[in-house]
């Protein structure tokens, strides 16, 4: 078994940080050591070692979530091609937030002066949002804030090329080490905002659409088939007539490449109407929530606007939708969701759906910008920064939104060549490192053909 040798000070953040990387990404058996006066980090078994560089936690145990234990920028690069040319990484070139780029060996000995686990702590646990007080206009920490962005690698899960250093320094140490087998998965989601276009609304509604059908679209021919959709919605229940019911569509669509989805329903409305129109208790989104369950597909929480600081209001919610499910005979063994608007505060989010009782949370990306804002494309358990103390709460990291690419107020790319290479790079990267291509496409996009057919595409 491999042994830790670990320096004395935030043990807990320590302890945390080698139980994810050593035990969950690799699936290695180790023990831990503390020695008060070890100045660098241990791995040790059969007279061989491996000793790596120890800075982040040093310099932040003195200035805990203090500007004073952030990277400075510019950061470092370290070419590999000469010191370990057969580690897996997206480019030869990595930047280096803790430590110096070098590896030195002796005999039966390696040195590596990057600081993986400091570095890996600081992007899993997303420290540095404890930290920056920048925000967007709806109170989010935006890409651009992020070190990420800043040192340009936002499109790296730096933490699994990390991870990929570690692992071919222990091979060349200890060659019989066997690895975690990992797969590639495609994670696909859905946050349920506008499920149905026309049964929440009013008559003055659909006035104002077929007028822009008239005078925006140009399509006195579309005003008509609004007309007649509303009817059938309003007026015989035909609810595969509204624009919005979407599900069937996107579920065979998963199921022609043997995938489920995930579903996440907004259950109350803590903002009003930003937090959509529908209820819980409504006919159809009961019956809606029995056909998803009934086709083998996911329902999860989208909790509204204003539960990201609220524990309470989040609690309420996931038991109106517990509820719900439960009076639907609808039984989950895994319960998780998405944070509407990705409005998030680290470490109060973290809390607040460990203390409701869900298991997974999928909303750590950016609106801004996509990307691996945890650094990662593994599922993994998170951490308290604050109360320095790791939770059983999961983050599945969310690593691309539809209209964070398509949108142009955000990175404005549109539906073309220049989107979809941007989404393929993101999905062929998490294929690279065996990991998790979480995506969310909102059930309201599927109305456009064209979004759809791409959608496909990319799939």
Known sequence: MLKVTLPSGLETARQYILDVLLGEFLGLPFSTEIQDDRKSVQISADDRLLTITDCFFKQAANAWLQPDSLPKLPLAHWALADDLPTAN????????LFGDGYLTSEEKRLNLGLDIFGSAFFMLSRYEEAVISERDSHDRFPATASLAYQADFMQRPIVNEYVEILWTCMKQLWPQLERKPREFRMQLTHDVDI???????SPIFL???MAADIL???????AVKTWINWMKVKRFNDMTADPCYTFDAIMDISESHDLKSAFYFITDHSAGSIDGLYTMEHPEIRRLLRHIHARGHEIGLHPSYNTYRSPTQMAKEFEILKQACESEGIEQSVWGGRQHFLRWETPTTFRNWEAAGLDYDS????????GFRCGTCYEYPVYDVIECQPLKLRERPLVAMECS???ERYMGLGIGKEAFDEFQRLKTTCQQFKGDFTLLWHNYRFVDPTETEFYKTLL
């Open 89 to 96: 990484l997206v480019s030869p070139s990595l930047p280096v």
């Open 195 to 201: 499920p149905f276009q026309y049964l929440f609304h």
């Open 207 to 209: 006035l104002r659409y």
């Open 216 to 222: 925006k679209r140009h399509s006195p021919s579309k």
């Open 363 to 370: 909303t750590l990306s950016y609106a801004d910008h996509v």
């Open 405 to 407: 690419v398509i949108d």
